[in-house]
């Protein structure tokens, strides 16, 4: 599926046009290759039949992004993003101006409840180019930037809603602007999402478990002074199983503050 949702892609560029209906349902079964990091094995006799033609099919920019994107690249099932939707409009969150920073193909684009995406206005960012293209292709009206989340450029305070499965990892994100915090990705991710929405205005993320449960408090303060956590749920370590994956992951539904809260008067 994912090789023919390349080729796909490939096709409607080297043609300038747009994808047909039946071509976006192509492309939205592109699921990148978190599920499937052996399809860069050149030496796994069971697999280098398929890394070879990745390699023929791509450029090297885009074969090496591609192989590097498998830690993150695990799509989010349909179920996950409705029930995500569901609580959402049990918060009261009807339409709006929504960002999914780091979309993949925009599976929270697509299953959004047609009389939410009516009325809202798409913003959509993916680090991988190739990914992103899809994404492009498939929801032509949103306005999908090609980049890492640290580079955009969006105005705090400007969004209605932000939503997605934020890249887990022991790593830390090249953003000045939170230098001093020292975030891990997930943590970056969801201060940022929370920076970036309204006051009044809704963060809903799928996160790793060390959000809620590793002993530095120090990502959930900075949460706190910023936001109420008015929902959290675990996902069972097989939520993601078909993605490839065997993680433990939290749901959880901030709710942004009309001003940043006294460090003093946190909630215990």
Do not use: C
Not at 232 to 261: H, M, Q, W, Y
């Amino acid at each position: 599926r994912n090789v023919t949702a390349i080729r796909t892609l490939q096709n409607i560029e080297q043609e300038k046009r747009a994808a047909t209906t039946d071509e976006v349902e192509v492309l939205k079964e592109y699921a990148g290759f978190g599920g499937i990091p052996k399809a860069f094995d050149k030496i796994d006799l069971n697999w280098n039949r398929e890394a070879w033609l990745l390699q023929s099919m791509l450029t090297e920019k885009e074969y090496n992004d591609a192989r590097g994107s498998v830690l993150n690249a695990h799509y989010t099932s349909n179920p996950i993003v409705q029930g995500i939707y569901n609580g959402l409009t049990n918060l009261g969150f009807n339409r709006g101006t929504v960002l999914e920073p780091s979309m993949g193909v925009g599976g929270f684009f697509g299953n959004m409840p047609d009389e939410m995406k009516n009325g809202s206005h798409l913003y959509g960012v993916e680090l991988d180019s190739l990914t992103g293209r899809i994404a492009k292709a498939i929801y032509p009206d949103a306005e999908i930037n090609i980049q890492g989340f640290e580079n955009t450029r969006y105005l705090n305070d400007s969004f209605d809603l932000a939503v997605g499965n934020v890249p887990f990892g022991n790593y830390h994100v090249n953003d000045k602007n939170y230098t001093r915090q020292n975030f891990l990705i997930h943590d970056y991710f969801i201060a940022k999402m929370l920076d970036q929405v309204r006051p009044g205005g809704l963060v809903a993320v799928i996160t790793s478990r060390g959000t809620l449960d590793k002993q530095d408090s120090s990502a959930r303060r900075y949460f706190a002074e910023r936001a109420d956590l008015v929902r959290a749920i675990r996902l069972p370590n097989n939520a993601f199983k078909d993605a490839g994956t065997e993680v433990t992951s939290d749901i959880l539904f901030f709710r942004k503050l009309d001003k940043v809260r006294d460090a003093e008067n946190l909630p215990s």
